[in-house]
C-alpha cells in the first residue's frame, strides 16, 4: 500500500496516546464503539482519498466497521514501509502489535482493553473482528506477510506470489471486509469470498504495478521470474537496478495480469449485500480504471493517480449526495 499523506513515527505515537485517553473518558462500549470508527475514518482519509470515497457508499454501521479493519492494516504497512527503523526494530515493533492483537482476546470490550494498554485500534479492531465473526488466522496472515516485506524476495510464478504473498497482504482484507459485507439473500458466503478474492488480488497487482519505483529502493520487485511464457529473473535484476525500461515493462505486466482479475472480480459483486454492493461495485471501477490508466501510460518518475474528476466519473452520480462536499468540491 501507498499512502496519499504518509504520518511520521511520532505522529501516530501521538495519535496512539490522545485516541487512548478519548476513550478513557467514555463510559460504556457504545460510545467507545463511535469515537474509535472516527479515529479510524481519520486514518483512512488520511491516506487514501480513492477508497474513502468509496466507502462513502455504505451504511453507517459497515461504513465505520471497514475504517477500523483500514487502520488496522494501515498500521503495520507503515512500520515496514515508511518508519525508519531497523530490520531487527521492525520486526520488535510488528510482534509487540500482534502480542497486543492476541491479548485482545482476554478483554470484553474497548474500554477494558484500551485501560490496560491496548491501543485503541486494536481494542477496536478486534470488536470488529467479533460482531462480524471475523476469523483471527486472517490477520495472523496479514502481520506474516508485513514480515515478509521487511526482507527483499523473489517469486516464482503468478502463482506463487498470489497464494505466498498477496494471500496475506490483501486477499485475507478482502476476507474482513466480506465479512462485513455480507451476502445478498439466497447467495452464500463462499461466493462473496471469491469475489473478494478477485477484487483484492487486482487492487494489489495495480498497487504494485504504479509502486514499483518505490519498491525497487526498498529492493523489492513484485514482478514473478515467471510470468507468462517469458522468464523474468533477469528483468528482475533490471527493475531492482532502478532501469528505467525495466521498470516500466514490470508496470505493464503487473497492470496487465490485475486487469484479468478485474474481469474474475466483475461476476461475484451481485453476491453481496444490496446495502454493500454499490461500494463495491465503486471500488471496482474506480481502481479498474486506475489501473487502465496505468497501461495507457506507464510512468517511472511520477506515481500514477486519478484526479477528483476522473473519480467522481466513475462513482454513480445520483450517490453524489452521499460524499463529503469537501471532496466533490476537491481540485
Known sequence: MQADDVWSQ??????????ASDVSEV???????LLSARFGRKVLRSYSSSFYAVTRFLPPDKKADVELVYAAVR????????????????TTYLDAWQNDFEQTRNYSGIIPAVSSGISVIMAAFRDVMRRNQIPDAYYISFLDAMR???????????????????????????YFLTHIYGSASGQNLDRCLRGARSLAIALQLT??????????????????????????????????SLDQDAMTEAQLILANEANKWYQEAAFDID??????????????????RLNTKILSNPSTTDRESLTMFE?????????????????????
Request: hydrophobic share 35%; proline share 4%.
Open 75 to 90: 498500521y503495520p504497512d507503515e512500520v515496514v514501509d515508511t518508519f525508519a527503523l531497523s530490520r531487527d526494530l521492525k
Open 148 to 174: 515478509n516485506d521487511i526482507n527483499s524476495q523473489r517469486f516464482s510464478d503468478w502463482h506463487d506470489l498470489i497464494e505466498n504473498y498477496i494471500y496475506g497482504s490483501a486477499t485475507v482484507v478482502g
Open 311 to 331: 473519480k467522481l466519473s466513475v462513482l454513480p452520480m445520483s450517490k453524489y449526495w452521499r460524499l463529503p462536499a469537501a471532496l466533490v468540491l476537491e481540485r
Open 271 to 288: 453476491a453481496f449485500h444490496p446495502d454493500s454492493r454499490l461500494a463495491i461495485q465503486a471500488c471496482h471501477r474506480l481502481y479498474s
Open 207 to 240: 498497487n504494485f504495478a504504479r509502486d514499483v519505483v518505490d519498491d525497487a529502493l526498498r529492493e523489492r520487485c513484485y514482478v514473478p521470474e515467471q510470468h507468462g511464457s517469458s522468464s523474468g529473473s533477469e528483468l528482475v535484476d533490471q527493475v531492482l
Open 10 to 19: 511520532a505522529y501516530w505515537q501521538t495519535f496512539h496516546k490522545q485516541s
Open 27 to 33: 463510559m460504556d462500549e457504545n460510545s467507545a464503539r
